[in-house]
């Protein structure tokens, strides 16, 4: 047995007499009643906001970031997920996905500036490391077939 409740599948599992939600990841229900309750606990915890550009950390703790329209914002047990759409011309391996609120950050002028100077320092980083790489193949090695020892 199947039921479509508010954009989610809700399917009976005979086998083990459980009721299980397969559009979210939540824990099997004894009931279809519960199953359906905690979809509407978890709809009425959305907060409901204008779309806002956002930047988006490329991984956790990542100094990459992507520019990114928030969509809408969620509490599912007990954490912050919203959904975001990268501006386009960015990840275009995900098109519209969940991330976790706490790698997202406000994009305005300001932190555009602050964004701006973090390129910047990545990109004298990369060139360092190059220049490292590029004087460290001018060092001679031992040669020790020639020596002694």
Not at 65 to 94: C, E, H, L, Q, W
Request: aromatic share 10%; hydrophobic share 30%.
């Amino acid at each position: 047995m199947q039921e479509n409740y508010k954009g989610h599948h809700i399917t009976y599992h005979e086998q083990e007499n459980k009721w299980r939600i397969n559009s979210i990841s939540y824990p099997t229900y004894v009931s279809l009643k519960s199953a359906k309750d905690s979809i509407d606990r978890s709809l009425d915890k959305s907060v409901k906001f204008e779309r806002m550009p956002c930047y988006v950390a490329d991984g956790q703790y990542s100094s990459k970031m992507f520019p990114a329209i928030i969509t809408s914002v969620t509490a599912i047990r007990g954490y912050m997920k919203a959904r975001v759409t990268p501006v386009a011309g960015n990840r275009t391996d995900r098109r519209n996905y969940e991330e976790r609120t706490d790698s997202i950050y406000i994009r305005d002028a300001a932190s555009d500036k602050i964004w701006e100077r973090v390129e910047l320092l990545q990109a004298v980083i990369e060139d360092t490391k190059t220049e490292i790489k590029g004087l460290i193949k001018k060092l001679k090695p031992i040669d020790f077939k020639d020596s002694d020892a």
